[in-house]
């Protein structure tokens, strides 16, 4: 009788227990030690959140010109990123990692902030998670999938990215106010020390993308810091109007620059004075509540969506339909991370694209992400080292998202005068006009509006139509303030 003999890789999958039992490690073809290899090439293709997010939130003034802080930002976006993928590679089983969401980010600092204090941003955060949650729990997701036709979606993608590419190069000083003109190239022209930092370090991010280097945005800001530090103190003293924008990068004097406990402050801040939502929305608009809680809710659901699919298609975990299986258990980690994002004051959390570094290193279960969350967690007490990135460092990365996100516009149908023009509308509002909730509106009320006209009212969704009525009421108010006043 011949003895069936069996090779090491078939050994090395046996199920070994519980844990790979639960996670399905053996039945996905992995193994415990490429699990642990994928969550860490994850965790160093993302990890630049944990310094970018910071310098959009930390950096931005509420309605009152407060500001969050960057270090402490850096903290709670390191805690919250480190909850949140545990929670997702329990709850999902899945090679998916959560983190602050960058766009979602943007709408937070630029769209919401504005308009009140901090603490009642991040309720209103806590607000989308739950509705969102609730959405996913219903199946309401499906009603609001057949709301929004798939160019538009894409549209608001590209829309915030082209608004991230603006605010990029507007915070390095590479793109400022002319005279006589909204914009120009630098002062004039590109003088000064901080935008060398920013255009070397731009070119060095592109060529580590475009080689494919993994961890390149990460490799890109740590360069561009390290020269930033260089020029400084070897140069020092810029001329006036010439120096950094913000973070003046100096060479680490002691431990306490490096590591030190993290300031987990901004946990709870939404408690901080109590609420303020009722006074706040009558003074601003329930409109514009609305139409900005509608904003964060559309991008992190279809932004979640999409990447989900798309690294799941990539893995090999997707049916003949393209379809994941218990797709539910993702998004209800999902949203539970938006809430922690509210908790913490850490911005509206999301499934990354850049899970896709784990994947390729073979990643296929929930095992992942919670090695990746354990990086996170680690590095929230590294989060002094934000105080050495001036803009001028980390802002290249903005614009490499940008082009990113950017590159999603090739699956719009531009032949589509409906779809064509409200997505044109989308994508230039959003910078145009420094906000992605106009962005959306304007898109929506667009493709309304053309479709209506060329005897196609029928494609639009009913609720399709109750949001456009929403944003055109909201666009209006002052003249029809004025009609009747």
Not at 6 to 35: H, I, K, M
Not at 62 to 81: F, K, M, Q, S, W
Not at 107 to 132: H, S
Not at 453 to 465: E, F, I, S
Request: hydrophobic letters at 55%.
């Amino acid at each position: 009788m011949n003895t069936p003999t069996t090779s090491p890789n078939a050994a090395e999958r046996a199920p070994g227990g519980p844990l790979d039992r639960y996670f399905r490690v053996s039945e996905r073809g992995s193994t415990l030690g490429t699990e642990i290899r994928g969550g860490l090439a994850t965790f160093f293709a993302m990890a630049y959140i944990v310094v970018l997010n910071p310098l959009i939130i930390g950096t931005a003034e509420d309605v009152d010109g407060r500001t969050l802080g960057i270090p402490e930002v850096a903290a709670v976006t390191a805690l919250v990123a480190a909850i949140s993928c545990l929670l997702m590679g329990v709850v999902s089983r899945y090679p998916f990692a959560i983190a602050a969401g960058m766009g979602l980010n943007a709408v937070i600092a630029y769209g919401l902030a504005p308009l009140m204090p901090w603490a009642d941003v991040f309720l209103l955060v806590i607000i989308e998670g739950v509705l969102l949650l609730i959405l996913v729990l219903t199946g309401f997701r499906t009603a609001v999938f057949a709301a929004i036709p798939p160019g538009l979606k894409t549209a608001i993608a590209v829309g915030v990215g082209l608004f991230l590419a603006l605010i990029g190069l507007a915070n390095a000083g590479f793109v400022q106010q002319g005279e006589g003109t909204p914009v120009q190239l630098g002062d004039g022209g590109l003088h000064g020390w901080p935008i060398l930092v920013f255009v070397v370090g731009l070119l060095v991010s592109i060529a580590l993308y475009a080689r494919k280097v993994k961890g390149a945005l990460l490799i890109g800001i740590v360069a561009s810091t390290v020269l930033a530090i260089i020029v400084e103190a070897v140069f020092g003293g810029t001329e006036e109007g010439l120096g950094w924008s913000l973070t003046v990068p100096s060479v680490p004097t002691g431990i306490g620059d490096l590591v030190a406990l993290p300031d987990l402050g901004l946990v709870g801040l939404f408690t901080d004075g109590g609420f303020n939502l009722v006074e706040r929305w009558s003074s601003i608009g329930v409109a514009t509540i609305l139409m900005l809680v509608f904003t964060l809710l559309l991008a992190d659901f279809f932004d979640t969506m999409g990447t989900m699919v798309g690294v799941a298609n990539q893995a090999g975990l997707t049916d003949e339909d393209g379809n994941l299986a218990n797709a539910r258990e993702v998004l209800v980690a999902d949203s539970l991370g938006t809430v922690l994002g509210g908790v913490g004051s850490a911005s509206v959390n999301t499934v990354y694209a850049e899970s896709a570094a784990g994947v390729g290193e073979g990643a296929r279960t929930g095992i992942a992400p919670i090695v990746t969350g354990a990086l996170f967690l680690v590095s929230a007490f590294f989060t002094p080292l934000v105080n050495l990135v001036p803009f001028e460092a980390a802002t290249p990365v903005l614009v490499l998202v940008a082009f990113m996100m950017m590159t999603q516009v090739v699956s719009i149908d531009f032949k589509d005068p409906a779809i064509g023009l409200g997505s044109f509308m989308a994508i230039i509002m959003m910078p145009f006009t420094y906000s992605i909730a106009n962005g959306i509106g304007f898109g929506l009320i667009t493709y309304a509006f053309v479709s209506l006209v060329t005897g196609k009212a029928r494609q639009v969704h009913p609720l399709l139509w109750l949001v456009a009525a929403v944003f055109l009421i909201h666009f209006a108010e002052a003249p029809i303030t004025a009609l009747f006043s």
